[in-house]
């Protein structure tokens, strides 16, 4: 009689011992703060959006969806050969565990191209976020200026 629940005990230990992931809620999390798409020009239909990403463990920010645009792209912009150069990031923007990492002019930014109606400062845009390993996070951006960053400052000429 005493065989079952050891029996038991035994199956619950290779139960945990799997690999196969919890499924009890407790998903690795990316938080997003501070999501800003630029306003459109008229007759421009690609913009910049920046905001900061936070994972609770080491991921990576994979792909970017909006229904405002055709495409969404991850970019990084660095300065090379005195020219700044941006490319896109095939394989997505590396989130290390429990640091801030910021999409902001003049580094890595989410690109719009193909917005579908022009934005207009107060509008907002729906941003569909997807992880390597988190769950997808949906976004609304406000659209409008980003905060001026120490790097925007440092990356101005200094005038004498």
Known sequence: MTRAPILA?????LTACSGQPSRSGDAATVQV???VCRPTPVGRQTTGCYLTLTA???DRLA???SP???IVQIHESRIESNMMMMRELREGLPLPAGQAVALAPGGSHLMLLGVKEPLVAGDTVALTLTFAASAPVEVTA????PAASEDDHAAAPAAH
């Open 9 to 13: 005990l035994a199956l619950l230990a």
């Open 56 to 58: 609770a463990a080491a």
């Open 142 to 145: 406000t659209v409008g200026q």
């Open 63 to 65: 792909s970017v969806a």
């Open 68 to 70: 405002d645009a055709n």
């Open 33 to 35: 703060a501070g999501a």
